[in-house]
T-cell receptor, first 116, second 116 residues
């Protein structure tokens, strides 16, 4: 079975450029999560959606970050303009309904972003 | 507020010896607990979880974990370590009564190094 699919796997971009990360959740999962991983801060939840609706975006660092989920099989995380401190691994994850019922969250392989 | 702690940044074990990776948690109610493993340059992979029932949970790759309510711990164990078990291990907790839907809190991770 296909897992969570993310693209691009690696991206190097210049400061000020727009970055768009893409995610396809596991088919049938209706909760989707975006996490960021850095050495300094570990794993941080940026935003999550349930049935395509953003539930909690309190982890989004600032207005330069935005996320959308136009349908059940696709989500984007956009950074505009990008800055060097945005360099991190960005993970998309999905689960069958909310983890409040103990459902497991499954992660993609990550998008490794470097902003120079 | 819910929290999870992994007190060891790194655990070193000789191949064939038993291993333990420690995790303690703090929640107001009964917790949902998870372990994930991250191999270099990969996403997080689900190992096992405790929701309810038997305190000893068995998971993938021969790993198991024991839920101890009195000690608020959920240590990950394996009877005989393999070099291929070397990776970063994350403990995560979710308080089903915590009110914040879907918010899984991750520990900072423990690097497991298994030497031949």
């Amino acid at each position: 079975d296909a897992g969570v699919i993310q693209s691009p796997r690696h991206e190097v971009t210049e400061m000020g450029q727009e970055v768009t990360l893409r995610c396809k959740p596991i088919s049938g999962h209706n909760s989707l999560f975006w996490y960021r991983q850095t050495m300094m801060r570990g794993l941080e939840l940026l935003i999550y959606f349930n049935n395509n609706v953003p539930i909690d975006d309190s982890g989004m660092p600032e207005d330069r970050f935005s996320a959308k989920m136009p349908n059940a099989s696709f989500s984007t995380l956009k950074i505009q303009p990008s800055e060097p401190r945005d360099s991190a691994v960005y993970f998309c994850a999905s689960s069958l309904a909310l983890p409040s019922r103990g459902n497991t969250i499954y992660f993609g392989e990550g998008s490794w972003l470097t902003v120079v | 507020a819910q929290s999870v702690a992994q007190p060891e940044d790194q655990v070193n074990v000789a191949e064939g010896n038993p291993l333990t990776v420690k995790c303690t948690y703090s929640v107001s109610g009964n917790p949902y607990l998870f372990w994930y493993v991250q191999y270099p340059n990969r996403g997080l992979q689900f190992l096992l979880k405790y929701i309810t029932g038997d305190n000893l949970v068995k998971g993938s790759y021969g790993f198991e974990a024991e839920f101890n309510k009195s000690q608020t711990s959920f240590h990950l164990k394996k009877p005989s370590a393999l070099v291929s078990d070397s990776a970063l291990y994350f403990c995560a907790v979710r308080d089903p009564d915590g009110g914040s839907q879907g918010n899984l809190i991750f520990g900072k991770g423990t690097k497991l190094s298994v030497k031949p």
